[in-house]
């Protein structure tokens, strides 16, 4: 009896995010955070959120962090970090803003009070920050995030650096535990805004 083996399927291979893709990036990431609790905060509006979300991203990618930060994308998945050095733009800056308040309408106000929180609880220490970190659903399984997610932790190990972010969906935490982040406290988000949970991930040397 003869057994044939079936070819793993090949691991999403990430690519530089650029600005010309902002026409799938944006549209992959609003249907990676339809169910986000912050996201559904901003777009409270089921029947617009998708298109909103794509805005959102697609602004996101073109004026912030694909000119100041280091973006990466699968074909069904999107990553969006700030180097070290560059932690000013962590958060939107003024101009970003604007154009996202556009695109939010009258949860603009809600909007920029929670960029504000999120900017005060920022670490002093030298580290790269996750920003962005998103999947298509239809892809759920497939390993793509975890491969962009990898790929930024590399370039962090390989510094020496901590990496930071902040989730909005609970659901997420033992993902981003499993690849060695710790909770470091909860951020409440004002005007009745949901919560983000701080993490933080140490460097890793070599095989450790």
Known sequence: ??????????RPAPQPATLDDAATVGPTLARAFDDDPMMRWFFPDAATREAGLGRYFATLLT?????????????????????????DKAVPDAETVEQLAEILGDR?????EATAAAAGHGPEEPHW???VLGADPAAQGQGHGAALLRSGLARADEAGL??????????????YEHFGFTVLGEVQLPGG?????????APRRGDA
Do not use: D, I
């Not at 603009?108 to 920029?112: C, E, I, M, T």
């Not at 901590?162 to 993902?175: D, I, T």
């Open 1 to 10: 009896m003869s057994t044939t083996n079936t070819p793993e399927a090949p």
């Open 63 to 87: 004026r912030q962090y694909g000119r100041h930060g280091v973006c990466e994308r699968t074909a069904a998945a999107a990553a969006f970090w700030v180097p070290p050095g560059a932690q």
């Open 108 to 112: 603009a106000p809600l909007f920029r």
């Open 129 to 131: 920050y996750l920003a």
């Open 162 to 175: 901590p990496v930071y972010l902040e989730s909005s969906k609970p659901e997420n935490l033992p993902f």
């Open 193 to 201: 805004g949901p919560t983000l949970w701080a993490m933080r991930r």
